[in-house]
């Protein structure tokens, strides 16, 4: 089990050819209904507008990075429970720790396959779920 193919989810990442990839990547798992946001500022703005069921989060990023973006929502009590997947070129121990700490769902590190981001959406929605 895992999220719907009709799931709504926010890519967030300051490279477009990043958030091309993952978009792909996601079309490769069926997934369709995917925007994108260049920063954690932008982001923000848009889960304001819009309800979204995931968001794969790029770390590092102008205007606001995606640490502090993390730290936001799980501070707002509208946004707080969307789940966040940290998407990372650094697979450092005091790295994926923090991104925990800041309330990421899971962790993955660039590059990476469709197959990979299946597994951690999966792990994902079996842990909001109570799988
Ligand atoms: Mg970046």
Do not use: C, H
């Amino acid at each position: 089990m895992g999220f719907p193919t009709n799931a709504k989810i926010l890519t967030v990442d300051d490279m477009a050819t990043m958030r091309k990839i993952i978009k792909s990547l996601l079309t490769q798992l069926g997934y369709t209904d995917v925007e994108e946001a260049e920063n954690g500022k932008d982001a923000l703005y848009k889960l304001k507008q819009n309800k979204y069921d995931l968001v794969l989060l790029d770390w590092n990023m102008p205007e606001m990075d995606g640490i502090t973006f993390l730290q936001e929502i799980r501070k707002d009590p509208e946004l707080k429970n969307i789940p966040v997947i940290m998407v990372t070129a650094e697979a450092k121990k005091e790295n994926v720790l923090l991104a925990i700490q800041s309330g990421a769902n899971n962790y993955i590190v660039k590059p990476f396959t469709a197959e990979t981001l299946k597994e951690k959406m999966d792990k994902v929605w079996q842990q909001i779920n109570g799988g």
